[in-house]
């Protein structure tokens, strides 16, 4: 069955270090997201990313992080100058169609993000 | 108000004990709604659909109900497998075609 697989699965970074969360979606996937989940807290929508440009992005997601799609396979989440409260796990997600039309989502197993 | 609420938990049941999950959301033009099962540190799964009509898929049924904007999970003869956290999730055309996750209720079945 296909996936979505995410690299690095855990990374530990220095406060102010910039951090860079790599993705490859299910390959005949055109959706693309980027959730982020808290410890112990509930999953939360970062980004939506369609057609090579950013469709929607949360309040969270200010000018510290940016997306990208370098090319054909992978979807990335930069994170520039971490801050502790950055400390989370990162889902990519990926959907053939626009999530709200009720189109299934998938998840990668996400990034487990520490920063020190 | 939250936009997803769901009952707090956590819920301790035996094996074989039929557990019900509820779930309110704030937004009236939602238009799609689901159930993802979390285990521990791991990625949401799609457990299910929850349609108007109600469905049901094995051990497990889902009712929604618009008027009161109420989303609920009905399993029956739980597993020890069933431990997880259990997430009502809802989106909409108006939501910009993200998810919206609850807090998740945490579900442990004991043998």
């Given amino acids: ?43 939360e929508f970062l980004v939506s990313f369609y057609n090579n440009e950013i469709s929607e992005k949360s309040e969270i997601f200010d000018d510290q992080f940016s997306v990208e799609r370098p090319d054909g396979s992978n979807f990335t989440l930069k994170i520039r100058s971490t801050k502790l409260e950055d400390s989370a796990m990162y889902f990519c997600a990926s959907s053939p169609h626009r999530a709200s039309s009720g189109n299934t989502i998938y998840f990668g197993e996400g990034s487990w993000l520490t920063v020190v | 108000r939250k936009e ?6 956590p819920f301790n ?38 349609y108007s009509s109600g469905n049901e898929d094995g051990r497990f049924t889902a009712q929604l109900n618009r008027a009161s904007q109420y989303i609920s999970l009905l399993i029956r003869d739980s ?12 989106t909409g055309y108006n939501q910009g075609g993200k998810l919206i996750f609850g807090q998740g209720t945490e579900l442990s079945v004991k043998p």
């Fill in chain 2, 79 to 90: 597993k020890l497998s069933d431990s997880a956290t259990y997430l009502c999730v809802v």
């Fill in chain 2, 13 to 50: 049941v035996p094996e074989g004990a039929t557990v019900a999950f509820n779930c309110t959301y704030s937004n009236s033009a939602s238009q799609s709604f689901f159930w993802y099962r979390q285990d521990c540190r791991k990625e949401p799964k799609l457990l299910m659909s929850v």
């Fill in chain 1, 1 to 43: 069955e296909p996936e979505v697989t995410q690299t690095p699965s855990h990374q530990v970074t220095q406060m102010g270090q910039e951090v860079i969360l790599r993705c490859v979606p299910i390959s005949n996937h055109l959706y693309f997201y980027w959730y982020r989940q808290i410890l112990g807290q509930k999953v």
């Fill in chain 2, 4 to 9: 997803v609420e769901q009952d707090p938990g």
